[in-house]
């Protein structure tokens, strides 16, 4: 693993991330673009499935929201891999990073099960509420995980 991880750093893109300053912050900014259009739109659906304004069908608003979130989700992770290879070794022996992706990796499956299983709108009102209240504490619980990154020591 180890060797794994130094490889990594080693290539030429890692190199790229340590040291161009405007190129690590080009793409820090694209990761927190990627976050808010992940955040934003989750967060509206998730207020939808926890009962919240009614009178908008669950089936238009997932046909709007969820295509906007995965776009955010796909260009926070292909960012967040980015950032990562600036230091493998260092954010791969923080635990809280580590927290961070088992989050993210939770979320993923909570979306995935509702919408693989009984489907946004088909899903009953009790299994849309649980689905949105974990969303609704699992996204912000990564992001939070994800800011605190940079204060907490190795
Ligand atoms: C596989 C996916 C991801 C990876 C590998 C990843 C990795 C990283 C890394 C390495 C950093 C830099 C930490 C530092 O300051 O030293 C970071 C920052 C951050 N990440 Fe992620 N990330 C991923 C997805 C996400 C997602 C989905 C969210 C939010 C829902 C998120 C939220 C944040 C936040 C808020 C920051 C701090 C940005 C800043 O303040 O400049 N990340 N991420």
Redesign the pocket.
Known sequence: MEALLTSLADTALAEWMRLSRWGYAAI?AL??LG?AL??GAILALDLRLLGWRQRLPVRELGQLLQPVAIAG?LL??AT??L??LADPSG?AAMPL?LL??AL?ALAIANALLLNLGPGLENASPRRQLVAGTLSLLL?PA??LA??M??FVDG
């Open positions: 820090n990761h927190v976050i992940l955040i989700l926070a992770m967040g891999a950032l990562f954010y990073f961070k992706l993210i996204w990564v992001l994800g800011r990154l940079a």
